[in-house]
């Protein structure tokens, strides 16, 4: 797998499973990096890059997760809130290396851009489809979509901010910590 901020370093991190601030409560990884498999992380740089022309840019909260994490999390989570999360009898997209959990931000300054609701917030407002939320929220999001789209990535139906690279399929789950990577 590729790291996310070698191949540019432009690439914002907000990696808040490494962090305090995460529905866990707790860091879930020891080191707040990001990678994808190489065709994956590829497309997301050429998202990234054709983002720049407007001051724009990515931040990545997640990317490749170690099984063990995914575990962690279906433990963690209430019976409702196990449509957010993926059950580890089947392993994640993340746990291939195929999915990524992102926003937008300015380049600048690397503000966040406003979006309907927060990262892993677990409600209807995480839709790609929600209708509330402001209208400068909802055209930001759509333009991250679209962005993404464009080079082969899907929208989860529940999370705006989670996508899916095309051939996802092909890759086998991984439990291998960031460090081995």
Partial sequence: MLELTKLDDTIRLDIRYAREDNF??????????AFLQPDAAHALVRVHRSLRKDGLGLVIYDGYRPWSVTKLFWET?????????????KGSKHNRGCAVDLSLCELASGAQLPMPSDFDEFNEKASPLYTGGTEIERANRDRLRAAMEAEGFIVNPKEWWHFDYKDWESYEIYDVPFSKL
């Fill in 24 to 33: 866990v409560g707790r860091p879930v990884y020891s080191e707040a990096r």
């Fill in 77 to 89: 989570v209430t019976e409702e809130q196990k449509i957010f999360v993926a059950d580890p009898a």
